[in-house]
């Protein structure tokens, strides 16, 4: 079955880099996406950005321009979110998720488990 | 950027009623309108795409409608496994792909 499963919980300093990863089995890789979208403690969804694993274009928040960064390895069918930077706000939980395209419609599905990063001194 | 609303920010509800949540985006967003549901400790899972498309695997109680700026999900007689909160997400044109701000559905 399609699955996407996540790297485990991180605990970082404030300034400190994040590099999360998200493993992709039970479909082609290159022929989705991978969105990725974090949930603060107790608050709401927020889409950060996503990577075409085709040919690595990539699109990010305008908030998180300049401190993300979303790369792909097919060799592995991985994708990476990297944050650097960090400041306790960033602190969620990330999840990644496959983007289903159809025509020019788009959605979310499957995602996986999330990881948690704590950003704390 | 468009932005989403929900309403009702939560709401209680008892097993059997029938439940509706409103989603409303800030320009049109023709039927590029996404549910999903999330439980406590949970990631997001897909219920409806394409603002009426049920995903695979979705029980027949949850249908979505809409088109443009409203849209409407609703479950036709709530069951206790989906006491959960709903996010309304636009998927129009270019990103960013927006989430609302949720609704959370609990025991009356």
């Known amino acids: 079955q399609v699955q996407l499963v996540q790297s485990g919980a991180e605990v970082k300093k404030p300034g400190a880099s994040v590099k999360v990863s998200c493993k992709a089995s039970g479909y082609t890789f290159t022929s989705y996406g991978i969105s990725w979208v974090r949930q603060a403690p107790g608050q709401g969804l927020e889409w950060m950005g996503w990577?075409?694993?085709?040919?690595?274009?990539?699109n990010y928040a305008q908030k998180l321009q300049g401190r993300v960064t979303m790369t792909t390895d097919t060799s592995t069918s991985t994708a990476y979110m990297e944050l650097r930077s960090l400041r306790s706000d960033d602190t969620a939980v990330y999840y990644c998720a496959r983007v289903v395209v159809i025509i020019t419609n788009n959605w979310f599905d499957p995602w996986g488990q999330g990881t948690l990063v704590t950003v704390s001194s | 950027d468009i932005q989403m609303t929900q309403s009702p920010s939560s709401l209680s509800a008892s097993v059997g009623d029938r439940v509706t949540i409103t989603c409303r985006a800030s320009?049109?967003?023709?039927?590029?309108l996404n549910w999903y549901q999330q439980k406590p400790g949970k990631a997001p899972k897909l219920l409806i795409y394409?603002?009426?498309s049920s995903q695979s695997g979705v029980p027949s109680r949850f249908s979505g409608s809409g088109s443009g700026t409203d849209f409407t999900l609703t479950i036709g007689s709530l069951q206790p496994e989906d006491f959960a909160t709903y996010y309304c997400q636009q998927s129009y044109s270019t990103p960013p792909f927006t989430f609302g701000p949720g609704t959370k559905v609990d025991i009356k």
């Open positions: 990577i075409s694993a085709y040919n690595g274009n990539t």
């Open positions: 394409a603002a009426s």
């Open positions: 320009q049109s967003i023709s039927s590029y």
